[in-house]
């Protein structure tokens, strides 16, 4: 459907997306044989089922949805991290005997689907925008390589590391531009609440936290050593808390102008979601960590998302020159059926 939108010569190559038999936790955008293409790896896969069904067996994280009085909280978690979900059985490999925690409750086991699917989507979108976005050949004309890889690395220099954070950040906005709306449709959100039985919230506010939600542990698994500190990231990938930040700014705009939501509605639905996260992170999964207090961490996030952003701005021109499309995901312009309404008066 992007095809007629793309200038010559990229409207006439193909797209592959593969899932890779691979145990390793990583998903890519690259060039191979004249051809683009999407790997994502079976590990990728399973480490999400497992992150997010342990989430949700855990009776302090989203406690609104099910009945969190049948969840027990372990005291640690073996090796630090949630035990993968194999997809495909091993039982030579030691990994796949760890124990895997499923939610007791039905309800939460249902969020937990919910969670999975947001998040593959938004991982799928998110290197589809690394693509159409000709990050490809912005790397190629910089670095000489053709492959974006979403597994973090070190830091090197400053230079580099802004422009890796920028590219994230761009495939980030590209993948929200198109979910946020999905995801928060007033037509999903009530489906969901039903699906969930969640009587004591708005559909809207309940759609938007699963969204963050789901957006906010496929980051978090994916760096999972990232520090709660936002000013002590140091990796090639920006902090998990300010991406969150940045992929709920999309949502958020639509719902403020729409009256679906106010400011205080959506820092609730930050901190039930990607606040959350970070709370369990810290107290189960990375020892070593030095929990902030919520204010605190709101600022550090702040800061890191605002920074990110003026990089992101700094860099648009190479970003509008390299596009295979024309931009319309970072500009923040509101879909038309919204355009055209005033907004609420709340």
Known sequence: SLRPYMRSPWNQRSLEILIVDDATVNASAEVHDGRDCIRINRGAIEQLYGTIMGMLSLPSFLPAI?????????????????????????????????SVMFPNNRIRVAAADVLVQVALEFSLYHEIGHIVAGHLEIIQADKGI???????????????????????????????????????????????RSTLEVAASRSHDLALVTYLAGVGILFRMLYPCAPRSIRSCDSSHPHPAVRACLVASTAAARALFAGRATELSLESAMQESVGNIEDIWARFCLPGQTPSSAPEWAKEVGGGANALFRAWLVARSDLVRFARIPRRWDDWQLPADLEASPPHPS
Request: with cysteine; glycine share 4%; aromatic share 4%.
């Open 66 to 98: 099910g009945n969190v009085a049948v969840e027990t909280a372990p005291l640690s978690l073996p090796g630090g991290v949630f035990a993968p979900i194999p997809l495909v059985s091993h039982v030579s490999i030691p990994a796949q005997n760890a």
């Open 146 to 192: 053709c492959s974006l890889t979403e597994f973090q690395q070190a830091a090197s220099d400053s230079a580099s590391v802004d422009r890796s954070h920028v590219l994230e950040c761009d495939a980030d906005a590209f993948a929200g531009h198109i979910l946020a709306a999905v995801h928060t449709d007033a037509t999903t959100a009530d489906i969901l």
